[in-house]
């Protein structure tokens, strides 16, 4: 029988052995979402403002 030689990234493994990081070496990224939606409330402000400058010329 042929020799499995998938890479355990692509073929979803849940043991932490099979994959590339253990989990106390994973990155941990905190605040992501929240910075994200301040960018997006800004720049939806942003809009407003210029919107609401267009519709008073």
Do not use: C, K, Q
């Amino acid at each position: 029988m042929a020799e499995d030689t998938h890479d355990p990234l692509s073929t979803g493994s849940t043991r932490p052995e099979d994959t590339e990081l253990a989990p106390e070496e994973e990155p941990v990224v905190i605040g992501t979402l929240f910075l994200s939606m301040l960018l997006l409330i800004g720049i939806m402000g942003a809009w407003i403002v210029i919107y609401l400058i267009m519709l008073n010329r």
